[in-house]
């Protein structure tokens, strides 16, 4: 009525994709992480009984491969992707213990439930859980963990948050 328009919000966020105690890439035993060959990024140790995966940031799902141990997401407004790898070497699981409920393509806002992992199945095989958030695409600056490093952050804790 008076020309007042809502406005979007522009602000960038990301946000922890499973509960545990927050960790620099650098600190996973998975060299090719570690080494941030893939991207920068953070990780997360899940605590003994978290089970459930949610989006780090909003934006299309663009790969999810058969064995649904990663969900990669692109914010197509900032040229960002990341990745979310769930676990080392989990891979060789095949898909066994990991259920998705998104497919390529779809819209997902930061929080929505992308995974479970059945933690059974998982802790029997004896698998590392750490799940990395990996920014392959769009985003140059500092990953700044900061005060949450080292710490047990919730399940979708704001780890960043930029203009």
Partial sequence: MFGITKKKSNIFVVATPIEGVCIPITAVSDEVFAQKMMGDGFAIKPTNNANKVVAPISGKVVSLPESKHAIGITDEVRGISVLVHIGIDTVRL?????????????EVKVGAQIATINRATLDAEDFDLTTMVVFTEGYTGEIPIGSKLNQQLALGTLVLKQA
């Fill in 94 to 106: 095949k898909g066994k213990g990991f259920k998705t409920f998104v497919e390529v393509g779809q």
